[in-house]
T-cell receptor
């Protein structure tokens, strides 16, 4: 069964460093998302991406964050100048244009020290 | 702003018992509601999705219902098994611009005792 894949599964980074989290959405999907879950808290929406542009973003998704779809398969989340509070599990998700189910990846654990 | 609440936060049942997990949402103008399973440190596995026009959806031992007017959804698990132990999350997808983001509850941590 097709699945959303994410790399790395876990990354530890120094505060102030830049991080890129990578995702390969399901191949025929058109809508792409990033969500995050701080330990012990709810899963929160960050950003959605469609037709090569951001379609919606939350207040969390400030200038520190950016997304890109550099080719036909990858979808990346870049976090510039990481802060301790950026430590979380980051989930990539995708969906088709017709079906409403959103499929999530296994997540990337980011620990900022 | 949509708020999604799940009660109880944790539930422990003996194997074989039928159980119901509850989800409530404040804004009834939802597009759909999706139930997920999350194992510790893992991703979110979609279980069931109910469109706003539907009342319930079934998959195997799982049945999810939706009552928009009261702002509630339930996930019914029949004949529970130890392998069902996980955190169950509900997420309401509402009309917000063109993206229809998901708003998640905090989950119910289910433990099924053998």
């Amino acid at each position: 069964e097709p699945e959303v894949t994410q790399t790395p599964s876990h990354q530890v980074t120094q505060m102030g460093q830049e991080v890129i989290l990578r995702c390969v959405p399901i191949s025929n999907h058109l809508y792409f998302y990033w969500y995050r879950q701080i330990l012990g808290q709810k899963v929160e929406f960050l950003v959605s991406f469609y037709n090569n542009e951001i379609s919606e973003k939350s207040e969390i998704f400030d200038d520190q964050f950016s997304v890109e779809r550099p080719d036909g398969s990858n979808f990346t989340l870049k976090i510039r100048s990481t802060k301790l509070e950026d430590s979380a599990m980051y989930f990539c998700a995708s969906k088709t244009g017709e079906e409403n189910t959103i499929y999530f990846g296994e997540g990337s654990w980011l620990t900022v020290v | 702003k949509q708020e999604v609440t799940q009660i109880p936060a944790a539930l422990s049942v003996p194997e074989g018992e039928n159980l119901v997990l509850n989800c409530s949402f404040t804004d009834s103008a939802i597009y759909n509601l999706q139930w997920f399973r999350q194992d510790p440190g893992k991703g979110l596995t979609s279980l069931l999705l109910i469109q706003s026009s539907q009342r319930e959806q079934t998959s195997g031992r799982l049945n999810a219902s939706l009552d928009k007017s009261s702002g509630r959804s339930t996930l019914y698990i029949a004949a529970s098994q130890p392998g069902d132990s996980a955190t169950y999350l509900c997420a309401a997808r509402h009309y917000s611009g063109s993206a229809r983001q998901l708003t998640f509850g905090s989950g119910t941590q289910l433990t099924v005792l053998p």
